[in-house]
């Protein structure tokens, strides 16, 4: 991370674990005023380096307790394709990370989705947005680390 100080790290990390804690806490933390901690915090999402803040919720709790990783292979790789490709994927709201891949496989997706049959019509809606030469799925059986928190 370049052109941040400890007092940074220290904001980004408790942003990264409760993104709605006070001012007030926040700043008693890593040791600053209330308004030079504001000032940092706006600094960081003018520059990108905080990209949005948000509620992480509970997809079990939501009925969408199963989480699905899609290996696809693309049928051509062209422009036209990839572009139709993220178009329909980004048009899908199970689907909730596109990662293009190096490799074997051309894109890894990730999905949360009720059940089984949940899955089979995420499939279904997929195949019939953008033909692709291959699309294989692999389950989530346990779920031992999951965090959206990046070492600081």
Known sequence: MTGQDEIDRKILRQLQ???DVSLDTLSQE???SRNACWRRIKQMQQSGL????????NAELLGLGLTVYI????EKHTAGWSADF???????????????MSGDLDYLL????????????LYQKMIAEVPMA???ASFVMESIK????LPL
């Open 86 to 100: 993220a178009r329909a994927t980004r048009l899908i709201p199970e689907i909730t990370g596109v990662f293009r």
């Open 110 to 121: 990730r999905a949360h989705v009720a059940d089984m049959a949940g899955y089979d019509r």
């Open 146 to 149: 999951d965090t959206t928190e």
């Open 30 to 32: 890593v040791g600053l």
């Open 17 to 19: 674990r409760e993104c």
């Open 71 to 74: 290996q696809v292979r693309a």
């Open 50 to 57: 905080i990209r949005k803040r948000v509620a992480l919720l």
């Open 134 to 136: 291959d699309v294989s």
